[in-house]
């Protein structure tokens, strides 16, 4: 499929910019961005089980070991909020 785009300059020069950045050819470069949102719509979580998965994949759970009651944590962050002083 061909597809001619008229692209503002500014988008224009960013996009051969981190093209060539990438060591890719303004079309590749697009392709490949367009490849890689297709790969994450799709691998998006389903449900609540798959988004813990990602979760722990990715690190994110158990990142914060100085937090050893998340209860706890979060009332005193809420505690925090409600008592900021607005300057």
Same mark, same amino acid.
């Given at each position: 499929m061909t597809l001619i785009l008229d692209l503002p300059r500014e988008l224009e020069v960013e996009l051969v910019s981190e093209a060539k950045t990438q060591g890719l050819s303004p079309t590749e470069y697009v392709l490949f961005l367009l490849g890689q949102r297709v790969q994450r719509k799709q691998?998006?979580?389903?449900?609540?089980? @798959?988004? !813990?998965? +990602?979760? @722990? =994949? @990715? $690190? !994110?759970? $158990?990142? =914060?070991?100085?937090?050893?009651?998340?209860? !706890? +944590?979060?009332r005193e962050l809420r505690a925090n909020a409600e008592h900021r002083h607005k300057d």
């Open positions: 691998s998006m979580p389903a449900n609540g089980a @798959e988004l !813990v998965a +990602y979760w @722990e =994949r @990715e $690190g !994110v759970i $158990g990142m =914060r070991s100085d937090i050893t009651d998340s209860q !706890v +944590y979060a």
